[in-house]
């Protein structure tokens, strides 16, 4: 067969082939189709070109498995050995002698928690030991207003806020906690613990970076933690050592791809009593261009004119700090948190903040009771004088008076931690361990003479060990609350109280 046959023979297999595929339904429109595609964009009839015989390929493909069989088949009985000679770690370490002589001794209220509470032992004891700095658990309004809520509500919603949790009261308590703070939106949680350990994942993602206080409160540390973003720690309420920080970490980032940065502080410290210098970060925060997460869960209800926090004592617009958090299960005396600021910021937060979107939302008793309080702050800030002139009563009579401790507290805080002296803890050589056992001694003395008092209690910061700034230790202290439900006089003879017996239990103690 010559080239002339061979040519005519294709020719007739073209045209066969040409007849088959005008016979097919809707071929004549493929063809004008990638005619005029063709004439048009010539380079996107080879990619579609290109496309389809990857696709014929890949449905042509021959199947195999992902997985790789690598591993060793073991028998039955094999992996009935294995299992018997594995023993799981346990979930939490066993306690200490000095915790299970701790729990022992735990007092046991009976009864609703007030000034004055009942021990399960029948003695009434002057509580310094909880959060009912304005004795708002008594108080018969707030009470006579959850008990309307909960026979309108029922207990609680049984569902997440975003799938038929929310209920009207809870739009309705975040507008008002948005108004009383003076910025555009608020979001209500169910837990306070889990409120800021949900917001700072909420924004912080990994390779983003986190400037933060080396004291901030276990919960913060949570929410670090499961950002799993960079930390960057500064000393204590050093601002001087906060700017370095902020100055390294934009030298650092200059060429590099943009990310997120935030600075996370909080308003009164928990672990150490204190108060942060807010205008100035606010100054850090604007020159460095950092986000700010303010933490306010022991600020929110007691600083300021009428409770709103340290943005009113320091009188900073609350439109300055990008997220306020905090608590309505402190000083508030209900139960949940909150974060608020921006719509954006509070959009954001009810799709990606875990503890939102998975958890039920806050019952309506405890929703409607915190609207209640908040109106109560703003149309009688008297009932904070009393909290203040009482915490001041007993400030006199724990913190200069005293030659064993000192308040690290700020005046303003009535929460009082109160730590030993350094030159108490040299001359007497205590360890940690020693100090906790001392101030435990002192909780029982001090409960012995019909006043609660409890110590610093708080989880270990050792979260990642590996990672610097983690390790730091949190300084063994007494914890003492003041509370509005009692006379100066009550507080003066409390005060005395606690300090008599921190005189009588340290002064016992030989150096070692």
């Known amino acids: 067969m010559d080239l002339q046959d061979i040519h005519n023979l294709s020719l007739r297999i073209g045209d066969q082939l040409s007849d088959i595929f005008q016979r097919i339904p809707g071929s004549s429109i493929l063809l004008r189709y990638i005619k005029s595609s063709y004439q048009n964009d010539p380079v996107r009839s080879v990619i579609e070109a290109f496309l389809v015989l990857f696709a014929a390929r890949y449905l042509l493909a021959p199947t195999y498995s992902t997985q790789k069989k690598s591993f060793i088949k073991l028998t039955d009985e094999e992996v009935d050995e294995l299992v018997e000679d594995w023993t799981p770690e346990p979930l939490v370490a066993p306690q200490t002698a000095f915790e299970e002589a701790e729990n022992d001794k735990r007092p046991v209220l009976v009864g609703p928690t007030g000034p004055r509470s009942k021990l399960s032992n029948g003695k009434t004891v002057i509580n310094l030991a909880s959060y009912n700095y304005f004795n708002l658990v008594a108080n018969e309004t707030l009470k006579e207003k959850a008990i309307q809520t909960l026979r309108t509500y029922g207990v609680g919603p049984c569902g997440p806020p975003g799938f038929y949790g929310t209920q009207d009261v809870h739009m309705r308590t975040e507008a008002d906690i948005a108004s009383h703070l003076g910025v555009t939106a608020c979001i209500l ?179 409607t009771t915190a609207s209640e309080t908040l109106v109560m702050l703003q149309t009688s800030p008297d009932i904070l004088t009393q909290t203040r002139e009482n915490t001041k009563s007993l400030w006199v009579q724990l913190d200069p008076r005293s030659d064993w401790v000192y308040c690290t507290s700020s005046v303003e805080n009535p929460m009082m931690l109160l730590v030993f002296k350094p030159e108490v803890v040299a001359n007497k050589k205590l360890s940690v361990q020693d100090q906790e056992q001392l101030l435990q001694d002192v909780v029982d003395e001090t409960l012995a003479n019909g006043v609660l008092i409890s110590r610093l209690k708080s989880m270990p910061r050792a979260v990642n060990k590996k990672e610097a700034g983690w390790e730091s230790q949190i300084q063994p202290a007494l914890k003492v609350c003041a509370t509005s439900g009692l006379t100066r006089k009550e507080i003066e003879r409390a005060g005395i109280t606690i300090r008599h017996a921190i005189t009588k239990v340290v002064s016992k103690r030989k150096p070692t």
């Open 189 to 367: 949680y169910a837990q306070a613990f889990s409120t800021i350990s949900s917001v700072i994942p909420a924004f912080s993602k990994r390779g983003d970076i986190i400037v933060a206080d080396k004291s901030v409160n276990y919960s913060i540390r949570k929410g670090l933690q499961i950002s799993r973003s960079t930390v960057r720690w500064y000393q204590h309420n050093d601002l001087e050592d906060m700017e370095r920080v902020l100055a390294k970490v934009t030298k650092e980032q200059a060429n590099k791809p943009l990310v997120r940065k935030f600075i996370v502080t909080e308003g009164l410290f928990e672990d150490v009593g204190d108060m942060v210098d807010l205008p100035k970060i606010i100054e850090l925060k604007l020159r460095y261009k950092f986000r700010l997460i303010l933490d306010e869960t022991w600020s929110f209800g007691v600083l300021g004119r009428t409770g709103r926090g340290i943005t009113e004592h320091q009188n900073v617009d609350a439109t300055e700090v990008d997220m306020i958090v905090g608590s309505l299960a402190g000083p508030i005396c209900t139960g949940g948190g909150f974060c608020a600021g921006s719509d954006e910021i509070v959009d954001h937060q009810r799709l990606s903040a875990s503890a939102y979107t998975y958890s039920a939302a806050l019952p309506a008793m405890l929703a």
